[in-house]
């Protein structure tokens, strides 16, 4: 008899007093072939209350002892909260919380000897729950919270029906997401912690032929950066318009990739040489002919993207292709050593031409967990093989670990019998495959992709963030189109007026609509835009939860923002 699927998620809805989160509404839904079950609980006077009341209700009606929970912000949202909950309970014992980047991915608890696990949907579906409704289930229309928590405490009875629809959504749009995937790959896309897990497993099983995972080099890791951000200068521009490179890592993934055994290198001649090199020092000898003229009419400000970025400070440890990219640029660069390696043009593409054939289907739930899993699985390489493992103990715990010589941190004490130790033992937890050699290598590629369309002279560029340009001018024509590596716009017509400012700080704006980004606030406007356009400062009050090593939860009242 086939086992059927089942999904559980939980959501919890919280007001706030004296600028504390103070949960009063959860929602628990199962679904479990074709039967869906909810339950929902109130309590406005104890937040304790109301979760020990809703997971009591959870064993009486469901069956089993061991509970997957799925929460669609378990990182910064449910699992702080859920901790601290768990932390005080006497009858709770804290077996696992798994921390990465500052984020709770999975918590593990034993609760009146039931096993609940719970983890992030976020880290399998990083969409918003209303646009993941939009793209897979339109027809299940996700409402907006009836009420603000922040001002209007008189409402909080609207929450239920509320709380209990985002659950049921949620639980809907897994079980379409875990049956899709099992049927295309045949095993359980949520086994894992999140998509970067999933594609590595279906990249392993499915499409792995050369020998990718080295041992963890924490001297290439010193290499592997992030995106190239760039900005003309501060400006608010008429008629830009917007594009986004397809795929940009995916389309670097089929580049020539460092594979193999790494072998040091004393002495290296840039040009006969594949791999990582230890450069010294630079120094600019000129412009370089890929970068733009000064008889071009739009020019970059004096200190170019690459220079800002990547070049401003030595000694670095630099993949050989971008050390002969900044070559080109008009460096002369002084090498001491390199750790050098075999090279493959065919590690990924098998796997990236069927999943961006996928993409380009017109199946949603497809084209969403093709693009998730082609995205993601760069990344999965490059992460680090250890997970920080912590665990809430008593006292007595902590003596006996202690006494037993185990390798444990003491991380602070909650309670006068609740301490946070990080457990430095081997995890079954650890990742045991990974390539930092290939992560870095691809994001070095994409670093160069997006600086050689920065540096195109019949382009007016004003900024760039990654994958994306915002220009006056478009791209050649035959470059916008929706193969691999190209571009495609990301609105149909011009912004009528457009703010940029600093990197991850603009707006785009038409009519009264308007799309703002500033780093770190939620839900900026346009005002604030404006205002630190002519101020060049502004303080937000912003309410933000997050992780640390030697706290659960902290909270920021107040931003400070420079223009």
Request: charge should be positive; include cysteine; proline fraction near 4%.
């Amino acid at each position: 008899m086939l086992r059927k699927e089942r999904i559980m998620t939980l959501d919890i809805e919280t007001h706030i007093i004296k600028g504390i989160h103070l949960p009063f509404a959860a929602s628990i839904c199962e679904i479990e072939g074709v039967n869906k079950k909810t339950l929902t609980q109130t309590c406005h006077r104890s937040s304790h209350l109301l979760l020990e009341s809703l997971f009591l209700r959870c064993f009486f009606h469901f069956r089993g002892s061991h509970f997957v929970f799925y929460c669609h912000n378990l990182g910064r949202f449910e699992g702080p909260l859920l901790a601290n909950f768990f932390i005080v309970h006497e009858e709770c014992m804290i077996e696992n919380i798994l921390i990465h980047e500052n984020k709770i991915i999975m918590l593990h608890v034993k609760l009146r000897g039931k096993h609940l696990v719970f983890k992030d949907s976020l880290s399998f579906l990083p969409f918003k729950l209303y646009e993941l409704n939009a793209m897979i289930a339109p027809k299940k229309i996700k409402s907006s919270l009836p009420f603000n928590p922040f001002v209007n405490k008189s409402q909080k009875h609207r929450v239920l029906p509320y709380v209990k629809h985002d659950a049921q959504v949620l639980a809907f749009l897994l079980f379409i997401f875990k049956k899709q995937l099992r049927h295309n790959f045949l095993q359980d896309p949520l086994i894992s912690f999140g998509t970067p897990g999933m594609a590595l497993k279906i990249y392993s099983k499915f499409f792995h032929e050369k020998n990718i995972f080295t041992k963890e080099q924490e001297t290439i890791r010193k290499s592997f950066k992030g995106g190239l951000n760039f900005i003309k200068q501060q400006s608010r521009v008429k008629g830009v318009l917007g594009f986004d490179i397809n795929s940009l890592y995916p389309f670097c993934m089929l580049n020539k990739l460092p594979v193999g055994e790494p072998k040091f290198k004393k002495n290296v001649i840039l040009e006969d040489f594949f791999g990582f090199v230890y450069v010294k020092s630079l120094k600019k000898l000129s412009r370089g002919a890929s970068v733009i003229g000064n008889n071009s009419n739009h020019s970059l400000p004096p200190s170019a993207p690459y220079e800002e970025k990547l070049l401003s400070s030595t000694p670095m440890i630099l993949f050989s292709e971008e050390a002969k990219y900044a070559q080109k640029l008009g460096y002369l660069i002084d090498i001491r050593w390199g750790i050098e390696y075999e090279s493959s043009f065919s590690v990924f593409h098998k796997f990236i031409n069927y999943f961006y054939n996928l993409k380009k289907s017109h199946h949603s739930t497809n084209s969403i967990s093709a693009k998730l899993i082609m995205n993601s699985l760069y990344g999965r390489l490059g992460m680090r093989k250890n997970y920080p493992s912590y665990q809430i103990v008593d006292r007595f715990d902590l003596h006996e670990l202690s006494s037993q010589g185990k390798n444990v941190k003491l991380i602070r004490s909650f309670t006068p019998n609740a301490y946070l130790i990080e457990n430095k033992e081997e995890s079954k937890y650890n990742r045991t495959l990974a390539s930092t050699p290939i992560a870095s290598a691809i994001t070095s590629y994409g670093r160069i992709t997006i600086h050689q369309w920065i540096t195109r002279k019949e382009l007016e560029i004003h900024y760039s963030d990654t994958d994306s340009l915002y220009t006056l001018s478009p791209p050649p024509v035959n470059f916008i189109n929706d193969n691999l590596g190209s571009f495609k716009k990301i609105n149909p017509s011009p912004w009528d007026e457009a703010i940029f400012i600093k990197s991850k700080m603009y707006g785009l704006k038409r009519g009264n609509f308007s799309i703002n980004k500033i780093k770190s606030i939620r839900s900026p406007k346009w005002e604030h835009l404006t205002e630190l356009q002519k101020k060049k400062k502004l303080n937000l009050f912003q309410q933000r939860w997050f992780m640390r090593k030697n706290h659960v939860l902290t909270l920021i009242q107040a931003l400070h923002l420079q223009g």
